[in-house]
């Protein structure tokens, strides 16, 4: 008698130790086993009581997810598996398929691969903890509607088929940068997804990949050569804008954008210098135009400007100080000015081209461009400020100021930088670079031309 006593009050302690109110730990020594290990922990509870479920120890076979989703499926709101060592890090397939009651699931931080359905119809799966994730398999979180995700893991490469089909809660504004597949359908109808820039190693859009995104402004990278059908389609005809700098269209499938005659209001930019080889996005129904930036001017000194050349939207646009000019991207815009002056292109300064010493190209890239053009003495102004109280001569190399000088000679490349200071009427050259430079003696200024 003593002994079954001492039997039933250590049952009752191990029982305190695994069920407590409503959370249950069990330890998974066996694959296959979890049934009878978990009975054991349970001490004769009924496992609908348990909405908090911990379990460590050996991989969890299918036997052990079907057992999982048996007693669990429609109770279980909280599921910690962070102790599990998965065979191959990989997620057991269809592990908590179905599981209606589900909210939070942890995973451990080693799993490389979340396997096929292992979280799909899980309702109401709110959130899941993850670590170097690098596949998603197919089905992975389909119809799982509830699901609150900003961000996927950095490690991604590969998004199964249909593996966040449906999600309308998650919110991805980017995707991960080594992402490399998008399966069939995977963030189909997920109208939190508002990506703008596709990863650089994604070349093939499959079927259905963005369809009914909330995506309305994105750029296809180059490498792209494929958009499958329906891949990015919509109803409704809503306001897009996507961006594709290749020299050549992807190959497009059926009603990739959506139906036809609904794209009045996607615009497709491209580059002008490409637009004879872009004709499938007008016949898809979308509006063609092309990539532009603003070219803004700040102006300071006595000179005038001018911008000229292929890549001026606007060629007769007059260029005072303020003045924004829109310029065609990858193509070249030419900046003049009517006598030496410094330019700073985005903070730094330019040369001008060697066929003319008053010219400059500046060729258009991705971002908008702001101009500085300063006409002073410090700059390489050609004016003379004062009235002429000496005389500046060039013999071969050698500079020969005339006249009383009351300030140092300084020199200035045709950048604006100081380059030589002395107090000597003459100057040996010969150690600077060819070309312009200006002289400023006494106030005035002079351009030379070391040869």
């Not at 599981?99 to 995973?107: D, E, G, N, P, R």
């Not at 990015?232 to 290749?246: A, L, M, Q, S, V």
């Not at 002008?272 to 996005?281: I, L, Q, R, S």
């Amino acid at each position: 008698m003593k002994k079954l006593n001492t039997i039933f009050c250590l049952s009752l302690l191990l029982s305190s130790w695994n069920v407590s109110a409503q959370t249950l730990s069990v330890s998974h020594t066996t694959a296959g086993a979890l049934e009878s290990e978990t009975l054991a922990a349970l001490n004769g509870a009924e496992p609908s009581t348990i909405t908090q479920l911990t379990i460590s120890g050996e991989t969890l076979d299918n036997t052990d997810a079907t057992y999982l989703k048996t007693a669990f499926g429609a109770t279980l709101e909280t599921l910690d598996i962070t102790g599990v060592a998965f065979t191959d890090n990989r997620l057991t397939n269809k592990l908590c398929q179905g599981m209606t009651a589900l909210k939070t699931v942890s995973i451990p931080s080693t799993l490389t691969i979340i396997g096929q359905y292992a979280f799909a119809n899980c309702s109401t799966l709110e959130s899941i903890t993850w670590g170097e994730i690098e596949n998603i398999d197919d089905y992975a979180f389909q119809n799982c509607t509830n699901l609150s995700l900003e961000a996927l893991p950095a490690s991604l490469t590969r998004i199964g088929q249909s593996g966040f089909s449906k999600c309308s809660s998650i919110t991805l504004a980017q995707l991960p940068e080594n992402l490399t597949g998008v399966g069939i359908r995977a963030f189909e109808f997920c109208s939190g997804v508002t990506i703008q820039q596709l990863p650089e190693g994604l070349t093939d859009i499959k079927e259905r990949a963005f369809d009914r995104t909330g995506i309305t402004h994105l750029t296809i990278s180059e490498q792209v050569t494929n958009i499958g059908n329906l891949a990015f389609y919509t109803t409704g005809n809503p306001e897009r804008t996507f961006i594709c700098r290749g020299e050549n269209t992807p190959k497009l499938g059926d009603r990739s954008f959506g139906d036809a005659d609904e794209l009045s209001n996607t615009t497709m930019l491209i580059l002008k210098k490409y637009a004879e080889n872009h004709t499938a996005w007008t016949t898809a129904g979308m509006t063609l135009d092309y990539l532009t930036h603003n070219v803004s001017f700040s102006i300071e000194g006595d000179g005038t400007v001018s911008l000229t050349g292929d890549g001026v939207v606007s060629p007769d646009t007059p260029v005072e100080n303020g003045t924004t000019v829109a310029a065609y991207e990858g193509e070249s815009v030419m900046l003049s000015t009517d006598k030496e002056a410094t330019v700073t292109l985005s903070g730094e300064t330019i040369a001008p081209d060697q066929e003319g010493e008053n010219s400059y190209t500046i060729a258009v890239g991705t971002d908008d461009i702001a101009l500085e053009i300063t006409f002073s003495v410090s700059t390489g102004v050609d004016d003379v400020l004062n009235s002429t109280a000496v005389t500046c001569t060039m013999n071969g190399n050698t500079l020969s100021i005339s006249g009383e000088l009351t300030t140092p000679v300084v020199l200035f490349n045709c950048m604006g930088r100081l380059v030589l200071s002395t107090t000597e009427p003459t100057v040996d050259l010969n150690t600077l670079p060819a070309g312009i430079y200006i002289v400023k003696a006494n106030e005035q200024t002079f351009k030379i031309v070391r040869r």
